[in-house]
């Protein structure tokens, strides 16, 4: 085994220097045949070379055979499925619709709801539209009017509007992670007027007559 590898090693130097050739012995100053032929003896390369009219080896050139380092196998990773991005799949909150309740205040209204356990939880947005008609408007996104009344995150959210208009009121949930929730159903309020609710009295009570 170990002289194959030699043998190995000579070859290899035979082919990056095309011109060598092994020989069986060689002494440096011997007599050579051709000028500038090459030969591998002992861990030397020698050159035939002229003198005068004489043809003899050079004192030889001592070389290193650069074993190729083993490349080790490399086992084959399976290839990774992409993960589809934030935006190519579509966010839908787990919240739910909101359902809520509401309730006259001197010159606003309070909005009452339950409040969802999820941590997704952020808060509820309730936006009005002020309207004398008896039949509900569009829902926001769909006509123009509605206005935001107020943010909140605790039930019940009481609104001030410093008047006492008719107001459609609706509201929606905001997940802190994913989106918003449907409007919740439309309710009708009308604000109490401080002024009137003042001028309204009681008829006083008949006098009874005496005996």
């Known amino acids: 085994m ?9 070859g290899l130097v035979l082919v ?10 060689i002494t440096s100053g011997s007599t050579c045949k051709k000028v500038n032929q090459q030969a591998i003896y ?16 050079d004192n030889g050139a001592a070389y290193k055979i650069e074993r190729p380092t083993p ?4 086992s084959a990773k399976p290839i990774a499925s992409p993960t589809p991005s934030a935006s190519a799949t579509a966010c839908k909150t787990s919240l739910p619709t909101p359902i809520i309740t509401v309730s006259p205040r001197t010159l606003g209204y309070l909005v009452t709801f339950e409040k969802p356990l999820s941590p997704n939880f952020d808060f509820i947005e309730i936006a009005d539209f002020v309207s004398e008609s008896q039949t509900p408007p569009l829902l926001p996104g769909k006509v123009r009017g509605w206005q935001q ?10 609104i001030t509007k410093g008047d006492a208009l008719q107001r459609w009121v609706v509201a929606r949930f905001l997940d802190a992670n994913c989106g918003v929730t449907d409007w919740s159903n439309v309710v009708k309020v009308t604000s109490i007027d401080p002024v009137a609710a003042a001028t309204d009295s ?8 005496a005996g």
């Open 42 to 57: 002992k861990n030397k390369i020698y050159t035939c070379i002229k003198l005068g009219k004489k043809l003899y080896w």
């Open 202 to 209: 009681t008829p006083p009570a008949p006098i009874q007559s």
């Open 16 to 25: 990056l220097t095309p011109n060598a050739v092994a020989a069986s012995k």
């Open 2 to 10: 170990k002289k194959l590898a030699v043998l190995l090693c000579i």
């Open 71 to 74: 490349i080790a196998p490399q």
């Open 149 to 158: 009344a107020g943010l909140g995150e605790r039930s019940p959210k009481e």
